[in-house]
């Protein structure tokens, strides 16, 4: 087959979804890669190491578009991509389709075979990793006076304390934040709503992380307290409150913190997506750090991790082929999104109330010793298209 990496295009994306490691490998598999020119070297990665490692350098992504079989890149699809999709092409992507449905329509519009790369890491994204760590490096840089911030730091000073962080969610991403901060001297809490899942971080650092069930009136407690808050919650789509809301927000201490990491709408009221280049803004006298894609800014080690971490896909689908990897593989089963003009995606069903047809049925594969994996949220769809109910 002919697989394509693609340079991303969003607005400060500087990772690039396979490196020359992995170039090589599936060229020795007996495919052939071809890779836009420039897609590595925000990365660290010269044109020159990939022609190494066996690719054909191509000068422009819709070159890529229009020869390859199955392309791959970072971030989801940018409008101006739209009309580049082609009639049964393999695209390994994020996509986050629940949360944008004018992508969905195009990729069932063009009947294109759409993985969202979010949702087939059987061990947790990378990216959710990079993700929390970067986070929490960013939140104290956010706090900086020159950036409207308290101008408190981290471990403090002889005779001024440092940094009270709190951090929601305890998954990889919220793992990871803790991670970072414990080691550079913040007094961490973290927040989550399985007593299990507290248990585990308090065993992991010794009981010197705070830990606290998260609700409404945890928050309210401790927010005025609180100097830098790290957001690592995957909020639910369909949700009618927010987790923190306005008048939570305006109770912290000017020159307060909030990283939103998770980026999802509906979580905190005073959230509003930022960029690399514009990245922070003041509500309620808290300065809000809301970009959307943090790894961007750790591109090289990135996009190391996570190229690795989705290579064994990317040579299940191209040696295999879809239905043969998504036979052998639950989690990229799962994550399959569109196929040929049919939506194969559970949430975004149950978000956008449209039809669905479950992988395995579309695939033919139902009858198949299939690998398992859980459902990769709590939505669930019996809107099923007719001819599959």
Not at 130 to 136: D, R, S
Not at 330 to 356: A, C, N
């Amino acid at each position: 087959m002919k697989f394509g990496i693609l340079k991303d295009i969003k607005n400060g994306e500087y990772r690039v979804v396979a490196t020359p490691a992995e170039v090589n490998i599936i060229k020795g598999d007996g495919h052939e890669v071809y890779v836009a020119k420039g897609a590595g070297y925000k990365a660290g990665f010269d044109d020159e190491e990939y022609a190494a490692a066996g690719a054909t350098l191509i000068d422009t992504n819709e070159e890529i578009w229009e020869k390859c079989d199955m392309v791959a890149k970072v971030k989801e699809i940018e409008p101006e991509e739209y009309d580049l999709l082609r009639e049964d092409q393999i695209l390994f992507c994020c996509v986050h389709p629940a949360a944008h449905k004018e992508e969905v329509d195009k990729l069932l519009e063009k009947k294109i075979i759409a993985f969202a790369a979010e949702d087939s890491h059987r061990y947790g994204s990378p990216n959710c990793e990079a993700a929390g760590k970067a986070g929490a490096f960013m939140g104290l840089w956010a706090m900086m006076s020159n950036n409207g911030g308290s101008g408190k730091f981290v471990n403090g000073l002889g005779g001024a304390p440092g940094v009270r962080a709190l951090v929601c969610g305890c998954g990889v991403v919220g793992s990871a934040a803790i991670e970072t901060l414990m080691n550079m001297g913040a007094t961490v809490t973290a927040t989550a709503t399985n007593v299990g899942t507290l248990r585990r971080v308090e065993d992991r650092y010794d009981g010197k992380v705070n830990t606290m069930i998260s609700n409404r009136f945890n928050l309210e407690k401790v927010l005025p307290e609180t100097d830098l808050v790290l957001n690592c919650v995957r909020w639910p789509k369909d949700a009618t409150e927010y987790m923190i809301d306005r008048k939570m927000v305006a109770s912290m201490k000017r020159g307060s913190v909030i990283c939103d990491i998770s980026n999802d709408y509906g979580c905190i009221e005073t959230f509003h997506e930022t960029t690399h280049d514009d990245p922070i803004y003041v509500e309620e006298g808290v300065v809000h750090y809301c970009v959307s894609n943090i790894p961007g800014a750790i591109a090289g080690s990135a996009s190391v991790a996570y190229a690795a971490s989705l290579l064994p896909h990317f040579r299940s689908l191209l040696n295999k082929g879809v239905a043969g990897a998504c036979i052998a593989d639950g989690f990229l089963r799962r994550s399959m999104v569109t196929y040929k003009g049919y939506l194969t995606h559970e949430e975004t069903s149950g978000i956008q109330d449209r039809p669905w047809v479950r992988p395995e049925t579309i695939l033919g594969i139902e009858n198949e010793k299939l690998d398992s994996a859980p459902p990769n949220t709590v939505t669930r769809s019996d809107n099923f298209y007719d001819e599959f109910k």
